[in-house]
Nanobody
């Protein structure tokens, strides 16, 4: 079992920044890679970013490239999502996810966090 706890969401004006954190725990947590998904209001959950265990490889959906940066601290078993130049369309519930490999497919995820709300206002 893997437990994922997100933090860092909130309300921010367009153009602003937020940093999300996701702490993973559990006996087998280090067997999984961590990714970020989001679910905008009325829409399906979508992949946002993923990072390899070494941190050397990061992957982003096209709409956030150049604005979002995912990083990890393996000593804390925590990943981060730095979100800059936020836009109204970034408003969503952001979920941390654990899976055996990085994938944009929701059905490849083995564990989900509880989600954290990010609201970007005009």
């Amino acid at each position: 079992q893997v437990q994922l706890v997100e933090s860092g969401g909130g309300l921010v004006q367009a153009g602003g920044s937020l940093r999300l954190s996701c702490a993973a725990s559990g006996r087998t947590s280090r067997n999984y890679v961590l990714t970020w998904f989001r679910q905008p209001p009325g829409k399906e959950r979508e992949f946002v970013a993923g990072i390899t265990w070494s941190g050397g490889g990061t992957y982003y959906t096209d709409s956030v490239k150049g604005r979002f940066t995912m990083s990890r601290d393996n000593t804390k078993n925590t990943v981060y999502l730095q979100m800059n130049s936020l836009k109204n369309e970034d408003t969503a519930v952001y979920y941390c996810a654990a899976s055996k490999d990085i994938s944009a497919r929701v059905d490849f995820v083995d564990y989900w966090g509880q989600g954290t709300q990010v609201t970007v206002s005009s």
